[in-house]
């Protein structure tokens, strides 16, 4: 019979020593279960259970039915992975018994071989990891397929399905954006990376499940906003779950970043500074001088490099954060990297990384103080916004356009993803038509006006907070300015 989630969770974590109680003589009269109960149910520990007869599916349910509590003793906070054990020798025989049964009740539910959540000595995924990723990429592989027979766009939902099969990690290294009180938050990096020794690679669960990076990329592809000055590139993707990171810079970008939230959640918007040069400390910024983002209703480029943080939210809730890391690091990957990468669908850019200020102009500081030569930028760059924000309505209507050619699924192993169509990032194949230029004094003048008369916001228009007339005051500053259709707001990264 199935069992609760939380059954397998609380079973799967007990030991031997873990303090347990059973109900006397509490099954059926006369059955031969009662006659086995009857053989185990004196017993204090979970170790004397299953010496004495008990089953793992007993202790299922028993715990289930209310017929088993537990009192206390040793309780593990994960399920047992024997590959991350040094010395087996250690084990009991309740480990080995539960850690077996585990295994097979969880490739049974998520309908894999038992075979298939083997994981090697020493790596850093666990059991549990394992079955969830491969679920994923078998999601993400049968998604790309069937939206490319039927030449369909990946949705948010396609992206929604494959992380929520997904198996994050509890990442403890990234101390900058973990709320309060927590040790850890549930974030993965796929694509490139550079690792505390300096060593630059793809990261092993890009080369492992090549679906699931796949199907990201063929989704910012398929979204990606038409009226881009030059191509948006990117080497590395940060995927979160359920978290809300606090207020920080990222410290090893270079360019905008594109950010998008998913999942069934209320709140969790981005909050973004924009023209935070790093002159302020981070808790001396004005919240007054914020942007907010409803990146679930949109794509949003940004400047990681500013400050940002996410708003607290309820409910489910995923982000994508596309970047590019920096020029030392890009010039370090070897070819095989950028081959792999290629494969995976990641537009990289070239080794000699191109103006950081293309796409985005540089943030202009809160302190008065003069700008650093560092963030001046080109003369072109001053003519474009610091940040943008494009509605899913307008990348709806936009369709899918001829550059987007789409990735092939995988028929391949997981150490040789499929070659990537796609010519986003293939220079000026995909260069759009330049933006009209704008100024500076425009935008002032309309945020004022907007400000003054909050009529103006348009239903339409991301205003879910008391900030979001500042995002419609840069569409109203735009068109003041003459821009065309474009829509620039907010920012960056969860």
């Not at 929604?160 to 900058?176: E, I, Q």
């Not at 590139?233 to 779950?241: E, G, L, R, W, Y």
Request: net charge positive.
């Amino acid at each position: 019979m199935p069992y609760k989630e939380e059954t397998y969770e609380h079973v799967s974590r007990w030991t031997a020593d873990t303090l347990i109680q059973y109900a006397p003589d509490a099954k059926t009269p006369g059955s031969k279960s009662l006659v086995r109960y009857q053989q185990y149910q004196d017993s204090k520990t979970v170790g004397e259970a299953l010496q004495k007869g008990s089953f793992p599916q007993d202790l299922l349910f028993d715990y289930e039915k209310g017929l088993l509590k537990v009192l206390g003793g040793l309780i593990r906070d994960e399920p047992l992975d024997i590959s991350k054990v040094e010395d087996e020798s250690k084990l009991t025989s309740t480990d080995r018994i539960l850690h077996r049964w585990y295994r097979h009740e969880l490739a049974k539910k998520l309908g894999l071989k038992y075979t298939d959540l083997i994981v090697s000595k020493g790596g850093s995924e666990s059991t549990y990891m394992r079955g969830h990723r491969l679920v994923a990429q078998r999601d993400a592989q049968r998604i790309l397929a069937e939206r490319r027979a039927n030449g369909q766009r990946i949705s948010n939902n396609d992206i929604v399905k494959v992380l929520t099969a997904w198996g994050f990690a509890k990442n403890s290294n990234r101390v900058n954006v973990t709320p309060e009180g927590q040790s850890y938050v549930f974030s993965d990096t796929w694509g490139l990376i550079v690792d505390r020794v300096g060593d630059v690679h793809v990261t092993k669960p890009s080369l492992e499940y090549p679906d699931v990076i796949q199907l990201v990329c063929q989704w910012l592809q398929d979204w990606m906003p038409a009226d881009l000055e030059v191509p948006f590139t990117f080497t590395s993707i940060n995927v979160n779950c359920n978290y809300a990171a606090r207020r920080h810079r990222d410290g090893n970008n270079h360019g905008p970043s594109m950010i998008a939230a998913f999942g069934d959640f209320t709140g969790g918007q981005l909050s973004y500074w924009p023209e935070d040069d790093k002159s302020t400390d981070l808790d001396d910024l004005k919240l007054e001088d914020k942007v907010t983002l409803d990146i679930s209703k949109g794509l949003a480029l940004f400047n990681g490099n500013c400050a940002h943080s996410v708003a607290p939210f309820e409910g489910d809730r995923y982000s994508l954060v596309f970047f590019t890391l920096n020029g030392t690091v890009v010039a370090k990957a070897s070819d095989e990297c950028r081959e792999n990468l290629h494969k995976l669908g990641v537009c990289m850019p070239p080794k000699e990384l191109p103006d950081k200020y293309r796409l985005l102009r540089p943030p202009s500081g809160y302190s008065g103080q003069k700008q650093s030569k560092a963030l001046k930028g080109t003369a072109a760059s001053k003519n474009l916004p610091p940040v943008r924000f494009w509605p899913r309505s307008d990348l709806e209507a936009q369709g899918l356009t001829p550059h987007k050619q789409r990735v092939m699924p995988s028929n391949t192993t997981p150490d040789k993803p499929v070659r990537s169509t796609s010519k986003v990032c293939a220079g000026t194949s995909c260069s759009p038509s330049p933006a009209p230029k704008r100024t500076r004094k425009a935008d002032k003048v309309a945020l004022a006006k907007v400000a003054d008369n909050p009529a103006n916001v348009k239903s339409n228009e991301v205003h879910e907070d008391k900030d979001a007339p500042v995002l419609d005051l840069i569409e109203k500053a735009k068109k003041v300015a003459g821009m065309h259709q474009q829509r620039d707001v907010s920012t960056r990264h969860a």
